[in-house]
């Protein structure tokens, strides 16, 4: 028992993060042998990812979709209805991304989890959506009739869906709520630091560069505003300075799936392999797109890993063009394991690919 309670300990204390009212005139704290964690089940590793990122020590997490396989269309295993019926919190989209997680929720018959429930969170709310389409409309096979659904491809909108995650995880565990929030607060700052680097955060707040990237404004305040004669425009680090190389460049991207980044990141997707999302590409459709590289000088192609990589390299060699294969999703590549290494990985093999073209 005693050694039990010190592991414990051990395990919980770097992520409590006490304050040192415990000095050492005092007697030690008793080890806290607290509620067991909660069960999360994610739809995506990415939502799993950003769980533990928030629920620490709190939580034991496991995602559904392997990262390395099309969210669109995953056939969940038997034993998923099995997580799913003891799970506290479940996360999940909440658009068309999931189509398989209804009859799933069915299966599993966990009246806490369902949509509506205090455990249900959906990532989508408060974040403000693109690819909207005038009439939702399935019939010509299209899988994104509420707007896009691919929200973690922009690290403020990862932030948001950090929101909703601990707005869920705070419901299923009031008395958590306090480590939730420390935590929340503690990856808002880090993911501000890594996308506009330290100095500019120092300088400016994280939220008020967050309300600038928001509105789109960033670029134009930081280009017009100085700090000690010097333009704050130079001050930026992180994420948005390694994405220099691309910034304002055109691109084809295999699948709809990178609008949020082209928002944050000011890069543009000029042509789609894929003619709809979720519709296989058409020899007719390739040579348009193509056609659209080599008048325009696109040249680079972006693509999920789960993609048939020798069409994705044949699109890219026909076109003049290079092939950028990323994973979507953490622990879809070696050395990719978090949210914060997975930003890393797209910006640094983008930035690799247009360094390479322009040299
Ligand atoms: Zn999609």
Redesign the pocket.
């Known amino acids: 028992m005693i050694s039990y309670a010190l592991v414990l300990l051990t395990a919980v204390a770097p992520v409590l993060a006490r304050p040192a009212v415990h000095s050492s005139d005092g007697p030690e704290p008793p080890a806290r042998v607290g509620p067991a964690p909660l069960r999360v089940v994610t739809t995506l590793s990415v939502y799993a990812s950003i769980a533990r990122e928030i629920g620490g020590n709190e939580v034991e997490v496991m995602s559904i979709a392997s990262p390395v396989e099309?969210?669109?269309f995953v056939r969940p295993k038997p034993s998923f209805a099995l997580e799913l019926r003891r799970a506290d919190l479940f996360v999940s989209t909440g658009l068309d991304?999931e189509l398989w997680v209804p009859p799933l929720l069915d299966k599993a018959g966990n009246a806490r989890v369902i949509e509506g429930a205090t455990g249900y969170v959906a990532t989508y709310p408060g974040i403000q959506l693109l690819d909207i389409p005038a009439v939702a409309n399935r019939s010509q096979g299209d899988?994104?009739i509420f707007g896009?659904?691919?929200l973690h491809t922009d690290p403020l909108r990862a932030v948001q869906i950090a929101r909703n995650i601990t707005t869920g995880l705070k419901k299923v565990a009031p008395d958590r709520a306090p480590t939730f929030d420390q935590r929340l607060a503690s990856f808002t700052d880090r993911i501000y630091r890594r996308l506009f680097g330290d100095e500019l955060v120092d300088a400016l707040g994280g939220e008020t560069l967050e309300k600038l990237a928001r509105s789109g404004n960033l670029f134009a305040f930081l280009d017009s505003h100085a700090l000690d004669g010097e333009p704050l425009v130079h001050r930026l680090g992180g994420w948005l300075a390694a994405a220099a190389p691309f910034r304002g460049k055109e691109i084809v991207c295999y699948?709809?799936?990178w609008a949020y980044f082209e928002d944050r990141f000011q890069i543009h997707c000029a042509e789609f392999v894929e003619p709809k999302?979720?519709i296989p590409p058409t020899p007719g459709h390739v040579a348009r797109v193509i056609q659209t590289m080599q008048q325009r000088g696109v040249r680079v192609v972006l693509a999920a890993n789960y993609y048939d990589r020798n069409k994705v390299e044949a699109v890219a060699r026909r076109g003049n063009g290079v092939p950028v294969i990323v994973t979507l999703y953490p622990g879809g590549m070696t050395g990719v394991n978090d949210y914060f290494a997975l930003v890393d990985h797209w910006v640094a093999a983008l930035a690799d690919a247009f360094r390479k073209l322009s040299s």
Do not use: F, S, T, V
Request: charged share 20%; proline share 14%; hydrophobic share 20%.
């Open positions: 099309d969210a669109h991304l899988i994104h896009n659904p691919h699948h709809k799936d999302p979720g």
